[in-house]
């Protein structure tokens, strides 16, 4: 038997929506400030027998290299590497880091190793596109044992290969930055491009320094030249301070965003759809400007939400709901954008 539902017309109002003013420092980037992603090839050693097997051609090669910058000549054929595993090391340097600073670094392993705990990490350079060495890595491992079995053993496959150390590289060398470009000028990029949002934002920065100094490029560049006190070279940390906590109201694309694997369904406050009838399996859907007549049906509907909630009682799962939205996207009476995770 079908099932017959009446709901009004579904519209996301801002005040249903709750959009709120949004902190410029939430929504750009500014240009010259950015972390750089570092990477290295090091040696876990001292494992408890958990390294690489001697099939690791790269471990053997590696840890003999090693040896033999220390001491007498090593051959790879006379290394023993269970108990070394060959990692990459990978980092980020973050934005005005100073020689000394310490910084976070990741370490997983290539090889073969079943697992990294315990081991130290001996001295690995980590180097940023251009080639240079900016931090050196090392330290011991602690990354928790993972599933323990019968005498205190780590089941096999519950301790991860990838091990993230909050404190385990050095800076050596700093990152020359600069946030204020040539001719006293300052560039913010929006996180999320849109015309809109660029043109608020231009607007309220004019508005709050009273003075015509941010100019929209695009949806997603902004050019800003510093007012005239600060072109003086007068503290442009607190311009740009002052500058982020500008408020402005960001716009958006139309979006609902179906999670097939959940069923969650999230749309955004611009979502409407127009009076149209569906007919999908035992499911008949009527979507109507007026309040529903019929005995037994649903009480309308005032948003997305409301609509899928009812379609959830009538037994829908994720799939009935992503081709009920995207017939409605096909039929042009939904006026946003589709996106199934």
């Known amino acids: 038997m079908n099932l017959r539902i009446l709901v009004g017309l579904i519209y996301f109002s801002g005040a249903i929506a709750g959009v709120t003013q949004t902190r410029i420092k939430d929504l750009v980037e500014i240009r010259g400030v950015r972390s750089n992603s570092l990477m290295g090839f090091g040696l876990v050693i001292g494992l408890p027998g958990t390294g690489d097997s001697k099939s690791s051609l790269i471990t053997n090669r590696a840890a003999a290299q090693l040896l033999s910058q220390l001491g007498p000549e090593v051959k790879s054929t006379e290394v023993l590497t ?12 973050p934005p005005f880091a100073r020689i ?66 909050s404190y385990g590289a050095k800076v050596e060398k700093e990152l020359q930055v600069t946030f ?3 001719h006293g000028k300052l560039e913010l990029s929006l996180k999320n491009p849109d015309f809109t949002t660029a043109s608020r934002i231009s607007e309220a920065i004019n508005l709050q320094f009273k003075e015509f100094i941010a100019e929209a490029k695009n949806s997603r560049v902004i050019h800003i030249k510093l007012p005239i006190s600060y072109n003086k070279g007068e503290d442009p940390v607190s311009f740009v301070a002052q500058l982020e906590q500008i408020t402005v109201e960001p716009d958006s694309r139309s979006r609902i965003v179906i999670n097939e694997r959940t069923g969650t369904v999230i749309a955004g406050h611009q979502v409407s759809i127009a009076p149209v009838a569906i007919s999908h399996g035992s499911l008949e859907i009527t979507i109507e400007d007026e309040k529903p007549k019929l005995i037994g049906s649903i009480p309308g509907a005032s ?3 409301e609509l899928v909630k009812a379609l959830n009682v009538l037994g829908a799962g994720p799939r009935d709901l992503i081709a009920i939205f995207q017939t409605l996207v096909a039929s042009k009476v939904l006026n946003g954008e589709l996106i199934i995770l």
């Not at 079943?114 to 990354?143: D, M, W």
């Open 82 to 93: 269970k108990n070394i595993a060959a990692v990459m090391v990978t980092s980020d340097l």
């Open 303 to 305: 948003n997305v939400g």
């Open 180 to 182: 204020i470009q040539p």
């Open 100 to 165: 000394g600073d310490d910084i976070g670094i990741r370490l997983s392993s290539i090889g073969d190793s079943s697992s990294l705990e315990g081991g130290t990490l001996i001295s690995t350079p980590l180097k940023a596109l251009n080639g240079e060495i900016y931090a050196h890595a090392q330290g011991s491992i602690s990354q928790g044992m993972g599933m323990v079995g019968r005498m205190g053993a780590a089941i096999k496959g519950t301790v991860p290969k990838t091990v993230a150390l």
